[in-house]
């Protein structure tokens, strides 16, 4: 028994160590056929090839950074910023290789909270914390323009970015829950004139930890419709504004993950804790019955189109011209689908080019894309669809959470999963042999 529990405890380390299933993290953009474009997955970016296919661009560890996916934007099709291990990277030309942001003003990589891109100009919150002691600093970059610090704030944290249109929305939740709004298309710096806060009368007397907003339309009036997921008493909780943030309704509670809501046949629908949650004031006019017993994810929208993430995979979310009709579900890319290593994400010199290739050959064999010898697999290799970490409360933007692969641990093979799972099934046998 001792010798079978600890057997089991070892390989439970190495594989509960490893890192997440292999998963498709998020859509930029789509292109002219209705294709995803651009795909963040746990193991890097992909690229649409123009045919079928997508390039695996960018591993998840290149050079000496590692790109954990999650925390990535994409700015009218060729522009993105990704957070690496090190520093801020950035691409002008829809590929590697990623040249570091080298600005004495840019903040550190682990002090950046959110990234949001608006036409003309990737947007930024990144934050101070020292005990008690709170600063903000929200900043833009182009290429154009280079980085630039849009405002600081004193003894204030802000947590999440999205956009309306010509509008800038920023939530934070410490010292005291607030709404920032100023124009997107503002002078840098944007001077305290131009900026509206807005104190947040949440529906909690509990302290706020945290505020990530998801969607923001146009309301009655004219007013900002905001949906936001908050961070209080050790859940989350999906809150509506219909008048701009001065008043919220709470639409319900998750204890591991809230995704979406994204808009959805008229109305708006999130996922929490693995079940749908259609907004009941703003319910979606067509039947979710497609949409039922699915493993969510992800929840979310990209160029007027709604998707969710399942193992391996993302499903696209076809909307019918009469909601009568109802939605169809449809699978609109796959792991498979990629056909990389593409060499043009060194970082120079020959001897990264082979460790760029070393690194996708090795990520990818893991993921079941490729065998040992670099030749095409559809295997799932052990992936199991309890492996998925949840969206926190910072965002979709982490949703499915950590670069994933065995570059992350040295030396543990991605068949330890299948050790764990022989070694609980020879254990469970053993015992009951044994009653």
């Not at 910023?81 to 590929?95: E, F, H, I, K, N």
């Not at 005990?131 to 280079?146: F, H, V």
């Not at 100023?182 to 509990?206: I, K």
């Not at 992800?298 to 009709?325: I, N």
């Amino acid at each position: 028994m001792i010798a079978a529990t600890s057997l089991l405890l070892f390989f439970a380390d190495t594989a509960l160590t490893h890192g997440p299933a292999p998963s498709p993290l998020r859509v930029f953009g789509v292109t002219d056929g209705g294709e995803p474009d651009i795909v963040t997955t746990s193991m890097g970016l992909t690229w649409h090839d123009g045919g079928e296919g997508y390039t695996y661009g960018c591993p998840s560890q290149w050079g000496s950074s590692e790109l954990t996916t999650p925390l990535v934007e994409v700015m009218d099709r060729d522009t993105l910023m990704v957070v690496g291990a090190d520093a801020l990277y950035t691409s002008t030309s829809r590929a590697c290789p990623l040249a570091a942001l080298n600005d004495p003003e840019a903040p550190a990589p682990s002090r950046v909270t959110d990234l949001h891109a608006v036409p003309g100009r990737i947007w930024g919150v990144a934050n101070e914390i020292s005990g008690d002691d709170l600063r903000n600093q929200t900043w833009a970059w182009s290429p154009t323009e280079g980085f630039q610090t849009a405002f600081w704030m004193d003894d204030r944290k802000l947590d999440s970015i999205l956009d309306l249109g010509d509008t800038l929305l920023l939530a934070g939740a410490r010292p005291e829950p607030v709404l920032i709004t100023f124009p997107s298309d503002a002078a840098l710096p944007v001077e305290e004139s131009q900026r509206r806060v807005t104190p947040l009368s949440l529906p909690t007397a509990a302290p706020i930890e945290r505020l990530s907003l998801r969607h923001v339309e146009e309301g009655e009036g004219g007013a900002l419709r905001i949906w936001m997921v908050g961070t209080w008493a050790s859940e989350l909780h999906l809150v509506r504004s219909d008048d701009g943030g001065l008043t919220w309704t709470e639409l319900g509670s998750a204890v591991a993950a809230i995704h979406g809501p994204v808009p959805l046949c008229g109305g708006a629908l999130a996922v929490a804790d693995g079940a749908l949650l259609p907004d009941p004031e703003h319910a979606p006019s067509c039947s979710l019955e497609p949409l039922e017993s699915r493993m969510f994810a992800c929840l979310r929208e990209s160029a007027g189109e709604v998707y969710f993430c399942e193992l391996r995979q993302l499903k696209h979310v076809v909307q019918p011209q009469d909601p009568a009709d109802g939605l169809t579900v449809e699978t609109w890319y796959r792991l498979e689908q990629i056909t990389g290593p593409d060499t043009s994400c060194a970082i120079g010199g020959e001897s990264a080019t082979q460790a760029c290739e070393q690194d996708w050959l090795h990520e990818a064999a893991e993921a079941g894309l490729v065998t040992d010898f670099g030749e095409s697999s559809g295997g799932d290799a052990g992936a199991s669809d309890d492996a998925f970490g949840g969206e926190d409360v910072g965002g979709e933007d982490s949703g499915g959470g950590e670069s994933g692969g065995c570059s992350l641990i040295a030396g543990r093979s991605g068949a330890s999963g299948w050790f764990l799972i022989t070694a609980m099934i020879a254990l469970g046998r053993w015992r009951r042999a044994g009653r």
